[in-house]
């Protein structure tokens, strides 16, 4: 809960996402006062190295806070956005949320 409590703020509308881009990948979008949110949920037991596409938007960096069965909500190293994707792997059975 805490993935999108801190994150998706009052205001922020929901994008449209591949709502299950591969086999237990789940993924939605959204936006609001010029941030932009990606929750990124792999329930699968093994890491998925899964590519992100951000259309419409002028985004140079996301910053992925992470949640997985060995630890709680931790900020990992931000990710470059280069001609509006990037490409992260996402650990098994955790939740990912990239904030710009």
Known sequence: LGQFS???QPGYHRYNA???PVTNVYVSAY???GHYVIVAINAGAAAVSQTFNIQNAAVTAMTPWQTTSSGGLQAQSPVSVSSNSFTYSLPAQ???TFVQ
């Open 18 to 20: 591949t709502a299950n």
């Open 31 to 33: 936006a609001g006062s």
């Open 6 to 8: 801190k994150f998706i």
């Open 94 to 96: 955790s939740i990912t």
